[in-house]
């Protein structure tokens, strides 16, 4: 391993990276095979050839382009997280078993890249008590940072009363849920495939929000006051609605009622990512209405070009400090990262 | 009629105004009475009791309340159009005798206010050639000035081949197509409905915005490149979606070819209004993004507070010139409504 020991003028820790193990690939391809209509399969069948294609290699390499990409681009750290749509779409014991393995793979990741690697862990909602328990051994044995949900699961959102461990896991561990999008239910899909609109066109960001919402209204924030939600892509477009969703809250009278306002919620209990949207707009718009504290760099790699998001990042228009918080003094907050590089292999914190 | 005469400090044009006539509000009445299951009723049921609510007699009222409202706050006119979910709801026959109805009520409430009112067109789209007939008679013979359309018909959008004629009527008309939200289609308003997330909080915007992209990839705005589409809510979200919508459409491979960008149809072919978005923050990306030519000023009387809209509208910090085209301008222009108030009234137009 010669890893390159670059200093970037900044540190640079990126929130939503894939990555993938073969178990993950081949229940997939096997998923795929048996003619399942999810229509996440969708685009999977779209990539999958004869042979294994070069975006999978990527997403399996932790070791060679992915460290030379991270280092020619001063991207100190991934935060990797199992791909989308993790193991949601399979049957409860293999999502587990899937889970297990991706989470312990991480573990092995972090360990012989210490400084360069963090890790969501994954876990299968199928058997919310399997995954709760999951979810604390992610945590307190294996020292994962947080944990990636892909969305729905079998057309099921967060706010199910099954799926209660699961929020009270997370809040009690003080570990962030990472909601990735992934393609909406096929009754809601099916309304935007003629032209291909069910991923990151329209179908992503309208499933990954009502997520949230419906997370908003089942009152799990007032019930688990410290749980987070992290969104990608600049908060799936909720910021742009907090006014509007107050002026419905207030106005509408057929909602359960919260302790407080969605802007609330918004702001005190969700983060947001910079993944897929590298448009300094966007970015000025979530930091005039979240403030600087709210807000992640992200590039999701391997599906997005990390260099556009890293010279935007660099070159976006924002005092210093602030660009220090989106680069990586959130992510150290919210993921418990340690705060500098190389702390954590030697173990010699000086902030804990 | 004691209609003031007041000298607002700048024309103020609400470009969203709802309205309604006997015929509409009984037709709807029967389809619930008939036990429709159209989502939308959801929300009309909640409203419709045993006698008539007040909102109904403010939808029906154009002599009284409204203007008094209007004349208090300044407001010199209202854009009307036939309150969502207009004749959608209704079989083919009788949605166009209702849209027909609505049209001819709308040329006399101009004639009798004509500094005060102007009128978008209701059509009935599930018969689309007597639509594009309507549409035409709608402009060149009742002088209104331009169309209404509340989302999706029957879980159709018009995208679809059959509604060409409706596209290519308002092209060769000249005249912008208001896409007004409704709620989305039942197997995806189900997704939303256990918290009542269905209308303003999600399903509106998001299912106004798959509205917008399916029009854009059936290559409408290729084929009408003078086709004007205006969205409410601040472009229903797609303002902040130009970066990434165009970055998947040059990098996912699978949607239809355009002759432009995403981005570009956004700021060519769209108009967006303030209705239901009094907020600065929105206000301004939507003009760092699309220009000052490009937002109208919309109330959504009687559903929103009127008072909060002008108030907003004043004193948003941004330059009187712009405040102005957003005010009155940008409305005259796509709408056609003369440029000051009584020209219409004695014909006396200095500028065409």
Redesign the interface.
């Known amino acids: 391993m010669d890893e390159i020991e670059k200093k970037p003028p900044m540190r640079r820790i990126a929130t939503e990276e894939a990555f993938s193990i073969p178990e993950h690939y081949d229940a997939i391809r096997a998923l795929a095979a048996a003619g399942s209509e999810e229509p996440d399969l969708v685009m999977w069948r ?1 990539f999958l050839g004869n042979s294994r294609p070069a975006f999978v290699d990527n997403l399996m390499d932790v070791d060679r382009q992915r460290l030379r990409t991270m280092d020619e681009l001063g991207v100190g750290m991934h935060l990797l997280s199992l791909t989308s749509p993790g193991v949601q779409m399979f049957e409860a014991g293999l999502a587990a078993e899937v889970a297990e393995a991706a989470n312990d793979r991480l573990a092995e990741i972090k360990a012989r890249h210490p400084d360069r690697y963090a890790g969501l862990a994954s876990f299968a909602p199928q058997d919310p008590k399997r995954a709760a328990r999951e979810m604390e051994r992610a945590i307190t044995k294996l020292g994962l940072n947080g944990f990636v949900l892909n969305s729905h699961t079998n ?1 099921e959102y967060l ?1 199910e009363p099954k799926f209660r461990p699961i929020l009270e896991a997370a809040a009690g561990l003080d570990a962030a849920i990472y909601i990735h999008p992934r393609v ?2 096929k ?2 899909a ?3 495939v ?4 069910e ?4 179908g992503f ?2 499933d990954a ?2 997520h949230v ?2 997370i908003m ?2 009152k799990a924030f007032d019930d688990f006051p410290n749980l987070k939600i992290v969104l990608g ?2 908060g799936e ?1 909720l910021p ?6 107050d ?3 207030k106005n ?5 009622p919260l302790k407080k306002l969605p802007s609330d919620y918004i702001r005190e209990n969700l983060m947001i990512t910079t993944s ?4 300094a ?2 970015l ?2 979530g930091l ?2 979240l403030g600087p504290d709210n807000i992640m760099f992200a590039i999701d790699y391997p599906y ?1 070009e990390a260099r556009l998001s890293v010279e935007f990042m660099d070159s976006v228009d924002i005092p210093d400090d602030v660009r220090e918080k989106i680069y990586h003094r959130n992510a150290e907050r919210i993921f418990k990262i340690p705060s500098a590089p190389g702390i954590a292999a030697t173990g010699a914190k000086e902030n804990a």
Chains 1, 2 share one sequence.
């Open positions: 779209h057309g706010d909406p239910p009754p809601m099916d309304l935007a003629k032209y291909a609109l991923s990151g066109h329209w960001q309208s929000a009502l919402l419906r209204y089942s892509h600049m477009g742009y609605w907090m006014w509007r969703l002026y419905w809250h509408g009278g057929r909602r359960p897929g949207m590298d448009w707009p966007t000025k718009f005039d209405v997005q």
